[in-house]
């Protein structure tokens, strides 16, 4: 099981940006598809964005055209780049693994359990 670890959250003013950053404890070149999810209070967990290793990604609507995901697999680190962030976009932030876009989106299959996240918080 790859072991993953988020960093780079924090409390940011509306408008800002952060820039998440997911290690892997294995190297993710062997891994087709990752992605970032968020869990706020008392909403479901959701795909924020994915990524594949062909550079195929998905973004979710309400962060689009605001967020980039990207990969650096020589540095096994997957990472979020936030720009123009909302209070709604406060949430804990978690990164997982699949081997098909399609497992990030249904949430199926993931090869990492849920680990602590990091937590954005944006104030208005």
């Known amino acids: 099981q790859v072991q993953l670890v988020e960093s780079g959250g924090g409390l940011v003013q509306a408008g800002g940006s952060l820039r998440l950053s997911c290690a892997a404890s294995?190297?993710?070149?062997?891994?087709?598809?990752m992605g970032w999810y968020r869990q706020a209070p008392g909403k479901e967990r959701e795909l924020v964005a994915g990524i594949t290793n062909g550079d195929t990604t998905n973004y979710a609507d309400s962060v689009k055209g605001r967020f980039t995901i990207s990969r650096d697999n020589a540095k096994n680190t997957v990472y979020l780049q936030m720009n123009k962030l909302k209070p709604e976009d406060t949430a804990v932030y978690y990164c997982?693994?699949?081997?098909?876009?399609?497992?990030?989106?249904?949430?199926?299959?993931?090869?990492?359990?849920w680990g602590q996240g990091t937590q954005v918080t944006v104030s208005s």
């Open positions: 294995v190297s993710i070149f062997s891994i087709n598809a």
């Open positions: 997982n693994a699949a081997e098909f876009m399609e497992h990030l989106l249904s949430q199926s299959d993931l090869f990492n359990n």
